[in-house]
């Protein structure tokens, strides 16, 4: 699978569109883009995932860059309960390719 | 509907003990696997299953054993307990082919004194 980089942490007013990057330049063609999110002490979360075009769901929207070596997760008006780490996770989705979490970003958001 | 449930959510155990975390799911996903997280640290594959009879290695499998004899559930196994294996351990399930996203449960954490 692919590499991902995420910046350590990053702050967000409450309210505020959250936008949290990710790169990963080495992506391949089949290899789809995933983010997870892990609020404190809970179990990860499934946010959204894409292939090539931008996805929105009702947790989030998924902004993928032409040539797929990037990507962008933005959360619409962030409130409080978003504060979390957000993992950006690259793999081709076949068989029995297992899910491997990066470090991902720190999200604090700030009242 | 469940979702993945893990038994116990706590416990303590003496180094040299053995112990099996439970993982149960009700939503007949093919794939299940199982992650450590150290305090502050990522979540590390430590073992995963992409159907009944079908285990593999994940990064840090020494120490743990599983096995999956039921599409439902899915077991791990501390066979010596050291202070080391102290972490939080979460389960994680999925439908099988096509793109879907992972469910967890909400995770064991476990202290070896």
């Known amino acids: 699978d692919a590499k991902t980089t995420q910046p350590p942490s990053m702050d967000c007013a409450e309210g505020r569109a959250a936008n949290l990057p990710c790169n990963h330049s080495?992506?391949?063609?089949?290899?789809?883009v995933y983010w997870y999110r892990q609020i404190h002490s809970q179990g990860p979360q499934y946010i959204i995932h894409?292939?090539?075009n931008n996805e929105t769901n009702e947790m989030a929207s998924l902004i993928i860059t032409e040539d797929r070596k990037s990507s962008t997760l933005i959360l619409p008006h962030a409130t409080l309960r978003d504060t979390a780490v957000y993992y950006c996770i690259v793999r081709v989705d076949s068989g029995n390719t297992p899910l491997v979490f990066g470090k991902g970003t720190r999200l604090s958001v700030i009242a | 509907n469940a979702g993945v449930t893990q038994t116990p959510k706590f416990q303590v155990l003496k180094t040299g003990q053995s112990m099996t975390l439970q993982c149960a799911q009700d939503m007949n996903h093919e794939y299940m696997s199982w992650y450590r997280q150290d305090p502050g640290m990522g979540l590390r594959l430590i073992h995963y299953?992409?159907?009944?009879?079908?285990?593999d290695q994940g990064e840090v499998p020494n120490g743990y054993n599983v096995s999956r004899s039921t599409t439902e559930d899915f077991p791990l196994r501390l066979l010596s307990a050291a202070p080391s294996q102290t972490s939080v351990y979460f389960c994680?399930?999925?439908?099988?082919?096509?793109?879907?996203?992972?469910?967890f449960g909400s995770g064991t954490r476990l202290t070896v004194v």
């Open positions: 299953s992409v159907g009944a009879g079908i285990t």
């Open positions: 894409g292939l090539k």
């Open positions: 994680a399930s999925r439908r099988g082919r096509g793109v879907y996203g992972y469910t």
């Open positions: 080495t992506i391949s063609g089949n290899e789809y």
